[in-house]
């Protein structure tokens, strides 16, 4: 029987090591095409038009890039009325380092040029292309592209797009801030931004934008490539060349994955006023005008190998640390919760955070484990550790290595020390026997989400069992293999990180393409899941404001969240329930749900 259960706590110990299974398969993601497991880590497919508006006559090219294998070929270029297309040139190849949550991985590239003409005016919506990798039909996205007799309209509004800066190294991030108008006494009633490069620039990943404040003056409505719809901030006329100018701002960041020259194509905006007609067989008639912003380049140099230490976290950029505990009066062998905050400019999301059970430091600690936690502003990860005797009087200061990408160094950011007073333990000497196995048993704190059955299962199982199999240092490898697994999880090629970043692009897509409130329901159910790592099945009849305020004290990625943040969420979910299945008429627009989206990012969900 004893032999039994030690197998049980075994099994379990090992299934809940491994997490929920992914979908996917690690790192098998065709970015814009198909999904498949066994591929090898990390392959993408990009597909990207070198001009969004272009002349008639004129000849332009799209730009198909396949990373991470040598095993590709196109076998289809689509066939689109009113366009040419040459043969694919290529492929040309390349190849080059990269930095994913702290490690160096090598990175391969295949590129293809299909060069096209477009004969006629008119907007062209350019089907996928197939290509086989790996013996796997994959198809890129489509592409969105208009094609028109002049480009007038220089007098009348601009563009600009500006780098924070041309030149960066690997893992730095930086952003392209749009700042974009029309003349303030010009009438328009639709704007379009053409952005081959928006939400796929090839050799980067793209970072999620924290939602605008509730303090700026936002305009909403502006589309970008003719399917998203964003909301961009309005700042003050300004004068140009004699005329007031209404002035828009819009940012999108990115983070470098590779060295080499990152290309931004050229880039248009295109705004008018569009008279509305009521007769089935007159076309809308349209006054357009059009600007552009020429294409540039951003260098990407490698992180320097020389000084590099042994120990480098992968961090880039330059960083404020802060530490602080829920306690400075312990006892021997209590847990203390040491919370570690890293905030400033660079690739907050991307480093790996230090590992106390390898700092010198911390020998006279005991080190359970820790969690982290990732939000626009900042990384934070809460560490369980306690102190082995009372000679510990002070938490060590929680150094990393990191890359100043202004100074050109390496160099250590480091926490201060919190000075602690640790008491003895009363009618014991050392931290052994049944404090030992107590502490060792408190290691399940660190995990705060619902045990599954399974572990529900093993309050069955006798106590001198566990307390054998704890003893063989089943937990110990419980832990390595959990720490594994969330290192995995900080991947931000892993198909959870990339779900959760695009969640919000994700939404606004869905609901524009939604054909009533069915689908809009699904969409925020989706968006929601996406953002707590969960099915969307979960999201279906939960009560928002209950699920807040049992989730948020158990679980660290949450600590922010308060109940009262998911009353208007609870609120807007039981409108869109009833519209959608009992006929109300009463249904949410999609910009109240975008907006809601975007107080829940703010708030830390």
């Known amino acids: 029987m004893r032999i039994h259960s030690i197998c049980l706590f075994l099994f379990s110990s090992l299934a809940l090591a491994a997490g929920p299974p ?47 294998t040598d095993d590709a070929r196109i076998l289809q270029v689509p066939e689109v009325s009113g366009l040419r297309f040459d043969k694919p040139r290529g492929p040309s190849t390349n190849s080059s380092t990269q930095w994913v949550n702290g490690r160096v991985s090598r990175t391969f590239r295949m590129t293809w040029d299909v060069l096209f003409r477009v004969d006629s005016e008119g907007e062209y919506d350019i089907p996928s292309f197939i290509l086989e990798i790996q013996g796997r039909r994959v198809a890129t996205r489509p592409i969105a592209i208009r094609a028109v007799k002049d480009m007038r309209g220089e ?76 909301v961009v901030e309005e700042l003050e006329l300004f ?39 009521f007769s089935l067989f007159d076309r809308p008639k349209r006054q357009r005008y059009i600007v552009q912003a020429e294409p540039f380049t951003i260098e990407v140099i490698p992180l320097p190998t020389e000084g590099q230490p042994f120990d480098f976290s992968g961090a880039v950029g330059s960083f404020n640390v802060r530490a602080s505990t829920d306690t400075r009066d312990a006892v021997v062998g209590d847990s203390i919760k040491l919370v570690v905050e890293w905030s400033g400019s660079g690739n907050l999301e991307f480093f790996e955070t230090p590992d106390l059970s390898r700092i010198e430091a911390f020998d006279g600690f005991r080190v359970y484990g820790r969690t982290e936690e990732k939000s626009f502003e900042r990384r934070t990860a809460t560490y369980d550790i306690a102190p082995l005797s009372e000679e510990v009087t002070e938490i060590p200061p929680i150094s990393m290595s990191v890359f100043d990408p202004i100074e050109e160094l390496y160099t250590t950011v480091a926490s201060d020390p919190i000075a602690i007073r640790v008491r003895p333990l009363q009618r014991a000497t050392q931290l052994e026997g049944e404090g030992g196995d107590r502490f060792e048993r408190d290691i399940q704190d660190i995990d705060t989400r619902p045990l599954t059955r399974d572990f529900e299962a093993l309050k069955a199982v006798p106590r001198d069992s566990v307390v054998f199999a704890t003893m063989a240092g089943v937990p110990l490898l419980w832990l390595g293999i959990r720490t594994g697994v969330r290192r995995r999880r900080g991947d931000p090629s892993a198909p959870r990180e990339r779900r959760r970043r695009r969640a ?37 009849g939960r009560d928002p404001e209950l699920w807040a305020r049992e989730i948020s004290p158990s679980d660290p ?49």
Not at 252 to 257: A, G, H, L, N, Y
């Open 22 to 68: 992914s979908a996917l398969g690690q790192g098998a993601t065709y970015r814009g095409g198909q999904q498949r497991s066994g591929q090898q880590r990390g392959t993408r497919v990009h597909a990207q038009a070198s001009k969004g508006i272009l002349k008639v006559g004129e000849r332009s090219s799209i730009r198909i890039i396949v990373e991470n």
């Open 155 to 230: 007098d009348l509004g601009f563009l600009e797009i500006r780098p924070s800066s041309k030149r960066v190294v690997e893992g730095q991030p930086f952003t392209l801030e749009l700042s974009f108008g029309w003349d303030a006494l010009t009438e328009i009633n639709y704007v379009n931004l053409y952005l081959p490069w928006w939400d796929d620039l090839p050799g980067t990943l793209d970072l999620e934008q924290p939602p605008l404040s509730s303090r700026v003056k936002r305009v909403e409505g502006v589309t970008i490539n003719r399917t998203t719809e964003t």
């Open 239 to 277: 004068e140009r060349n004699g005329r007031r100018f209404r002035q828009m701002r819009l940012r999108q960041s990115f983070i470098p994955t590779r060295s080499g020259t990152l290309e931004v194509p050229t880039s248009n905006l295109e705004f008018g006023r569009e008279s509305r007609t």
């Open 504 to 540: 919000r692009k994700k939404l606004a897509r869905d609901l524009r393409g939604a054909q009533g409130t069915e689908q809009k329901l699904v969409a925020f159910q989706s968006f929601l899941a996406a953002r707590t790592d969960e099915t969307n099945e979960a999201w279906i």
């Open 557 to 605: 990625r949450f600590g922010r969240l308060k109940p009262q943040d998911f009353a208007k969420v609870g609120a807007l979910m039981a409108t869109l329930d009833r519209a959608a299945w009992g006929g109300e008429s009463n249904s949410p627009s999609g910009q109240e749900i975008l907006a809601t989206a975007d107080e829940l990012m703010e708030v830390g969900l």
